[in-house]
């Protein structure tokens, strides 16, 4: 039972690139998210999905887009980078609709330079 | 703009002090959360207290919920070098599945 894992855990970008973040979860949760943690900002929901098929808009989602694979993979999309993306990324689970505890997966650090 | 804010936002204690944490938000919530996240590491969920409850215990961690006050605070008793971390609340509000997070408590805990 792995929780919740993302790939990469590192990436570096040039301004303009696209790159997809990974994430994917073994423990039949409906709900997965997004967050950015920058320093001295906590953690920022950049979206969501309450359940297979659907997303929604977090806090800051401009420059990003998800789709939710399936119910175990939620993925998150830079399509052309930005210095002001480069942050650390975590992925998040959770089992139902009312705000229950959510797991995180380890992060991606990633660098747009 | 984040709802939960933090304080102190560095606490540095020697083991076997005790470490309150303080978390203030600004509107209703169903429930309010506090996560602990080690340097380089994911959050880690650590208790939850539902807003009709006003003291939950686990282990080591009680936590209190004054919500006409609108604040909460974690206390971790008899603290070891181990429970450096950051520590995080989280306010579970009326929109669903959104959890807001507040900047965080940076502990160190000294042997």
């Known amino acids: 039972n792995a929780g919740v894992t993302q790939t990469p855990k590192f990436q570096v970008l040039k301004t303009g690139q696209s790159m997809t973040l990974q994430c994917a979860q073994d423990m039949n949760h409906n709900s997965m998210y997004w967050y950015r943690q920058d320093p001295g900002m906590g953690l920022r929901l950049i979206y969501y999905s309450a359940s297979e098929g659907t997303t929604d808009k977090g806090e800051v989602p401009n420059g990003y887009n998800v789709s939710r694979l399936n119910k175990r993979e939620f993925s998150l999309r830079l399509e052309s980078a930005a210095p002001s993306q480069t942050s650390v990324y975590f992925c998040a689970s959770s089992e139902d609709r009312e705000q229950g505890p959510q797991y995180f997966g380890p992060g991606t650090r990633l660098l747009v330079l | 703009s984040q709802q939960g804010e933090e304080d102190p936002q560095a606490l540095s204690i020697q083991e076997g002090e005790n470490a309150t944490m303080n978390c203030s938000y600004k509107?209703?919530?169903?429930?309010l959360q506090w996560y602990r996240q080690n340097s380089g590491r994911g959050l880690v969920h650590l208790i939850l207290?539902?807003?009709?409850?006003r003291e939950k215990h686990s282990g080591r961690l009680r936590v209190t919920l004054d919500t006409s006050k609108k604040s909460s605070s974690l206390l971790i008793t008899a603290s070891r070098a181990a429970d450096t971390a950051s520590y995080f609340c989280?306010?579970?509000?009326?929109?669903?599945?959104?959890?807001?997070f507040g900047q965080g408590t940076i502990l160190t805990v000294h042997p």
């Open positions: 989280a306010s579970g509000g009326t929109s669903y599945g959104k959890l807001t």
């Open positions: 509107t209703s919530i169903n429930n």
């Open positions: 207290i539902r807003s009709n409850e």
